[in-house]
């Protein structure tokens, strides 16, 4: 009998434990696509270099057997190969040079906005240990500038790299995913970069009415939940298009929804409804049925003031 080898991936984590990288959530998603299960190593910036001898500097990293490699879009193929009866992640050659495609749209009109944004706070996140390491190394990749100088006019990019998506809008608006019918490695690719940014950002990354989610024929938005799947990082979650909705609309430091939005909607609403049915009861012919409203409101109002003492409190 022979004793398939173990499945390892090597991931780099943040202070809080979650993946510092979009391409380690790449492979993430790519395992759960193929329902394959992993043994995840987490390592910090500093980790690297001497776990690996030198050999590999950034993760994700796999380790199968004899077979050790890194950079997410060869484990992405090796998955493919070393697991033929599994899923596959790229359909055929056309599949795979369209996403290709993708990658590099996506790298050069998103990926490289998000660093200049969220860079500062990805070192603010990082692991104490790693932290001088990755100020002095990813400054020197904006020659020398510090990364407080460098992220200062972030509130201001945000509006085009907000814009920079309307083409993942569109596309979402007439398919549940990116791939079509069913999820592939863009929805990946996308999901990694917002899970990375999700896992950091202090400064919203989407509009609060931003509708990068889009809606189906049906109405109902393509986050909605489908069939469900199982992902290696050891938690269930309904499928891609509801992890869609988990990712743009879960963190609130990522869409900067507060309960007090949907407090003051309610009362708004209450009011409204209440104007609704004194007028339809005025126009009642039967005097006893007649509605104080002046009487509601003031208790409503003595409601109110408790509630917008509720009002100030943020959603945590």
Known sequence: MTIEPILRAYELVLENGRSSSPYVWRIRYALAHKGLAAEWVPLGFIDIPRQFGGRFKTVPVIEHGET???????????????????????????????????????????????????ILDVCNAARPEDRSYFRESREKMVRGVALETYTADRASRLPALRDALRPMRTHLSRHPFLGGATSNYADYIALGAFQWV????????LAREDGSCGRGSSGVSTCSAASSATIACGRSLSSTRAHYARVYLAPATFLDWRLADFLVFFLVFFFVVLRMVNSALMKSSTASCFLDLRRIQTIASSTSSTGSRFLGMRHS
């Open 68 to 118: 050790m490699l890194a950079e997410s879009w060869d484990i992405a193929e090796y998955l493919d190969g070393a697991f033929p009866d599994r899923p596959a992640i790229f359909s055929g050659p056309a599949e795979k040079a369209m996403v290709q495609l993708y990658e590099s749209w996506f790298s050069t009109e998103v990926l490289r906005n998000l660093f200049r944004i969220y």
């Open 198 to 205: 999700a896992s950091v950002s202090t400064l919203p990354l």
